[in-house]
């Protein structure tokens, strides 16, 4: 095992005698990756998420998924729009769609976009193709391919303005070639988001993983019943089974979702360090986490023990968080292929000559009594609403200065400094 600064912990299972594949398994390309003919087979059984269908939308949003979002987020500022008003037509790529849950949001909130949904599971592309169906995603959309491929045999593709890998890279035997092959994907400016297993966030399961590897439950019917039954079974003050009733016993309840957590046949795990290695590797910048406000030191710390974090380096900083919270299980970021120098918008000038837009992913919207963008509760002056307002009103490309409000220069720039930072307000560029 390396120690926490080392580039990546490797934690992968034995891998079980493989049990009879459905018949579609037979369909599956030839494989590019050690591991993809057991893991696609394990979808088969068990297609992943476990959400169920529904007619019409999926619920809510999910920022992260909205890429005017998304950039917005990262680099400070939109693209402007075509002429004309219409949406920005990003080219995403969902690499790792399993049973269509990102892939709907992708749609929903992305009009306009081209999409690509790639996974290795048929199982689990029957269940995206009808979740689609069923939600109206793919109507909302320019187009939409859902397709049985590895993220690793894209190169007959062209480049993605942006690409969604969620859940998908610590199941490949060797995550950096699937770093590599996204990463050669990815247009100039374009950006990846990334989900991935964290370290310490993981033991318990790593645990439990491993007990059920030396009972040789295999990761089938017999593995998901004696796996359930496994933690049923252990004392109730047993540090396994406390854990998966506390945190995991909702999110789990789905077969699926059990499956996936307990019985893979393949996984790895990063610790921070660990990750900024990977990233490195692949020649590849990490431009942010998605959850920033996890790895905020004033998240666990006050007074004197804050001042002295304050004063550590930004990844130092993370590296206190890791080793401060042992709970967080994943690490969630977005990456790019170049370094971001993010837009401020201290220059009254430039704000002035600038357009802007409301955030797609806000619950209320318009009003003054919101959800933002992380379903967190959000309270907007209604000065602040009024002149958003006037820009949806407006002509697309509309200026700050120009905005037919009864406002003067300065209480323009003070209330869109507000509402870009409250995340309501996103900057276009002139």
Excluded at 9 to 20: G, H, K, N, Y
Excluded at 397 to 410: H, I
Aim: with cysteine; aromatic share 6%.
């Amino acid at each position: 095992m390396q120690e926490s600064g080392g580039p990546v912990l490797m934690v992968m299972q034995e891998l079980p005698a493989p049990t009879p594949e459905p018949a579609s398994a037979a369909a599956t390309p030839a494989a590019t990756d050690a591991a993809t003919p057991v893991v696609s087979a394990f979808y088969d059984r068990f297609p992943y998420p476990g959400d169920p269908l529904q007619d019409g939308p999926p619920p809510g949003y999910n920022w992260r998924w909205c890429i005017d979002s998304v950039v917005a987020a990262v680099r400070g500022v939109l693209p402007p729009r075509p002429a004309g008003g219409g949406s920005r037509s990003w080219r995403v790529l969902d690499a790792g769609c399993g049973t269509g849950v990102s892939t709907d949001y992708l749609c929903h909130l992305n009009p306009e976009a081209s999409v690509l949904a790639v996974d290795i599971s048929l199982g689990a592309l029957d269940v995206a193709r009808e979740r689609l169906r069923r939600s109206g995603g793919a109507s909302r959309v320019r187009e939409l391919r859902i397709e049985e491929r590895s993220l690793l045999d894209l190169g007959d593709e062209g480049p993605f303005d942006a690409i969604n890998s969620v859940g998908v890279l610590h199941h490949l035997a060797r995550p950096e070639a699937g770093l590599r092959a996204l990463a050669q994907r990815l247009a100039p400016g374009g950006l990846l988001h990334l989900f991935l297993y964290a370290e310490a966030g993981r033991w318990e399961i790593h645990h439990t993983q491993r007990a059920l590897s030396l009972l040789q439950v295999g990761n089938g019917a017999q593995g998901l019943r004696l796996g359930r039954q496994l933690l049923a079974d252990l004392p109730p003050g047993n540090r396994l089974r406390r854990h998966h009733e506390e945190r995991w016993a909702l999110d789990t309840a789905a077969d699926a979702n059990f499956a996936d957590m307990y019985l893979h046949p393949q996984e790895t795990s990063f610790t921070v360090a660990g990750l900024l290695a990977f990233l490195e590797e692949a020649n590849l910048h990490f431009a942010g986490f998605s959850n920033p406000e996890v790895w905020d030191p004033a998240r666990l710390l006050s007074g004197e023990l804050l001042e002295r974090a304050r004063a550590l380096s930004q990844r130092q900083q993370w590296a206190l968080v890791e080793a401060l919270d042992p709970d967080i299980s994943h690490f969630e970021c977005f990456v790019s292929r170049e370094p971001i120098a993010v837009r401020s918008w201290k220059d009254d000038g430039a704000l002035l000559a600038a357009a802007g837009e409301a955030n797609r992913c806000l619950w209320g919207w318009p009003g003054t009594a919101l959800l933002d963008p992380d379903l967190r509760p959000l309270e907007i002056e209604p000065g602040d609403l009024a002149l958003m307002e006037a820009w949806q009103a407006a002509p697309t490309g509309t200026p700050l200065a120009e905005l037919p409000v009864a406002m003067g220069e300065a209480e323009r720039v003070e209330r869109a400094r507000r509402l870009i930072q409250q995340r309501v307000l996103l900057p276009v560029a002139p």
